[in-house]
């Protein structure tokens, strides 16, 4: 039997406990979108105004080379990739998860194009997330040769729609309603048994889950910083191609970043000759210097600790949620097998929209993800048993209230 | 007869000068690399701390809406339209040069697929910015349609290369090497003349030069934000898209926020119907948030008398180093002519390498472009005739006394 007090002396003992220190959280708020962005790390602020006056104020265009900003990608990235299971000079930080997504598109296409031509299909998820569906039919409209997307409406179609027309397979590891999660080598094995490459979304496992990039013997990967690794608002992404994969192709986004001798101004572009030919054009610095405030504090918790915490976490928030809000119509859509959870969990509630206004209120941070999804991103860096406990109670007596009834909750339609 | 004298009289008359203030410079340099890296707004500390305590550390999630980050591409779009000619709604603010340049060329070559079938050619400089052409190789690469890449020697040829199968031209307003500046309207209507699209490349232009989009009847134009308007290191650039094209294509690079309704988490992309179509993932919201600083400084000044202040500056940065350098081997390759020149001077010397870093161990601020080139920006904002003139007079002793002929300035090989 769960109780508040349980919860407070299991966050006494949590070795984990003492990172959230290493976190700014703003008072009366228990934060459950993570997920969605980022806390603010303590080390920021000082990291923000050492960009600002010395390397960019002082500094000025010098900065380029003394203060390391051309290198920060590949730096970055090699930190990075430690919590990927990649090696160094196998990651860079740049752009967005969509860009980056779009070069790997772009290369895993280019590279089935001799190794398996005619392929058309481009295979992924109904319920991806959206902007990586995008992508896709933005790639598809451009090329004018034929490609299609198919979609599956579920993990477990997927076997039956590998066909050996499918190219290119995209997948987030971790989904971002329902928290759902692939076994990413298991998966990655059974697309290149139909001769298909696979390209990871890891948006949602980046910092949440432990992945082994190598371990699965991944094509290609790409994921956001700004969510479980605190990067900051829209901070730059990253993307990661197997060392097999890597010079094999010119990615299309060629931009001067990417030029094997950038500064020689040539005419002629000549691609890098590992990963940083991924680059493309200039990198904002301010925004990209921040993420390794976040990834910091990621590399100073062992991340089986981390998932074990996570599992105990979500574990607790569906355990207390199905006990204390049994009479309330909400249907849990994360699964409970641990195996394939993610680090968030995710329930329908048919007034979800204004449910998740009034916890908002009351200072429950989580978001809402169409269709009714209420959706809770448990962040063991700096969520505790109680936090979890706390919120809960809060949606319980949101609920037992019909306190979500109110016409300053009702759904809005654009958020622009 | 120029004399120190006479450059300090002017200066404590210049009306421009107040707008120096709102910079902090660093003690003993003389930054004349402003269309490298712009200066530091003095706003930008206070803007910087706002945006990471305020609106991330304690808004977090919230502030894509009340802080107002998801409608700030748009917002600093509207605010760099006055500087460009553009009206609302047809600047936004977002990735970089070459990813947005890659948008435009995506969106003249469909447009043209339409209109003018069969056009292959995509015409350039050779000397224009390389990253330019690099995302042109990367394109006709990509689209394995026969696209060629057409190159002139010098705007010259401009007119005889625009034959009946050139689809789309792409220049640079004011060339990154030379400071040349094209006649916009001029250059537009000749392009059109002979049915093809064109892009601009501003990033030499912006805050720089008087640009008027509209009166100039131009298609697309892209630039950044980080060389003359101040928007710190690698700050997000620039797309502008005339009214008449907006609507015409999607471009290929279909992320989530060029989608019409993001929220909706729709499965299907359906662009924005406006110039957030050319948006496309989530944005690095530090950096961006900066970029309105140094627009702010920029569009306090009247840019009639930026633009003439700079032909000043630069008539006499010219005037100086011809007078004082005479006996040394530069070669001026800037424009004489006000109306093709823009606001830096180059000047050509067999060890410019070596020489540009004498100047800047001895705080002379410019930079070193291949091949021979000492390229000095010239901004209004914040240099004077005082500035110019001790330049120079650092630059004849460096010169005189062959201080640039040691080993530690001698050309190293990649900036990586």
Tied chains: 1, 2.
Excluded at 72 to 77: E, F, I, N, T, V
Excluded at 90 to 99: F, G, H
Excluded at 235 to 243: K, N
Excluded at 334 to 343: F, I, K, L, N, W
Aim: one cysteine or more; proline letters at 5%; hydrophobic letters at 45%.
């Amino acid at each position: 039997m769960h109780t508040r007090e349980r919860c407070i002396e299991a966050d006494l003992v949590d070795p984990l406990a003492p990172l959230r220190q290493e976190f700014e959280l703003p008072e009366g708020v228990i934060y459950l979108d993570g997920n969605s962005l980022g806390v603010l790390p303590r080390a920021a602020r000082a990291r923000s105004l050492d960009v600002l006056e010395k390397e960019w104020g002082v500094g000025l265009v010098r900065s380029w080379n003394t203060a390391g900003w051309f290198a920060l990608p590949s730096r970055l990235g090699d930190k990075l990739g430690r919590l990927l299971g990649a090696g160094d000079g196998e990651v860079v930080v740049t752009d967005t998860t969509s860009l980056n997504l779009f070069k790997a598109l772009a290369a895993a296409l280019r590279i089935q194009q001799v190794e398996r031509p005619g392929r058309r299909i481009i295979l992924s998820e109904r319920d991806n997330f959206p902007t990586d569906l995008y992508m896709v039919q933005g790639m598809i409209d451009l090329l004018q040769q034929g490609y299609e997307l198919r979609l599956t409406d579920d993990s477990l179609s997927l076997q039956e729609a590998l066909s050996d027309d499918v190219a290119v397979v995209l997948l987030s590891h971790v989904n971002y309603r329902t928290g759902t999660m692939y076994d990413m080598a298991a998966t990655t094995a059974q697309a290149h048994a139909a001769g298909a490459l696979l390209i990871w979304d890891l948006a949602h496992s980046a910092g949440a889950v432990p992945v082994d990039l190598q371990g699965a013997d991944a094509d290609f990967a790409v994921g956001c910083t700004y969510k479980y690794l605190n990067g900051g608002p829209g901070s730059p992404a990253f993307i990661w191609v197997s060392p097999r994969h890597q010079a094999r192709f010119w990615q299309p986004l060629s931009g001067w970043w990417g030029h094997n001798r950038p500064f020689d101004m040539a005419v002629d572009y000549t691609p890098d000759r590992g990963i940083r030919r991924f680059l493309c054009g200039t990198q904002p610095m301010l925004s990209m210097s921040l993420v390794e405030c976040g990834l910091d504090v990621a590399l100073k918790a062992d991340m089986a600790a981390v998932r074990a915490k996570s599992l105990v976490l979500t574990d607790l928030f569906i355990e207390l949620v199905e006990a204390r809000c049994a009479s309330h119509p909400l249907t849990l859509i994360t699964p409970r097998d641990h195996a394939v959870r993610g680090s968030h969990v995710s329930f329908l509630h048919p007034d979800g929209y204004a449910v998740m206004q009034a916890l908002i209120d009351r200072g429950v941070i989580g978001d809402y993800r169409e269709p009714e999804v209420l959706r809770f991103g448990i962040t063991p860096l700096y969520v505790g048993q109680t936090d979890v406990w706390d919120a809960v109670e809060i949606l319980r007596d949101i609920l037992d209230t019909r306190a979500w009834d109110r016409p300053e909750y009702a759904r809005r339609s654009a958020v622009t």
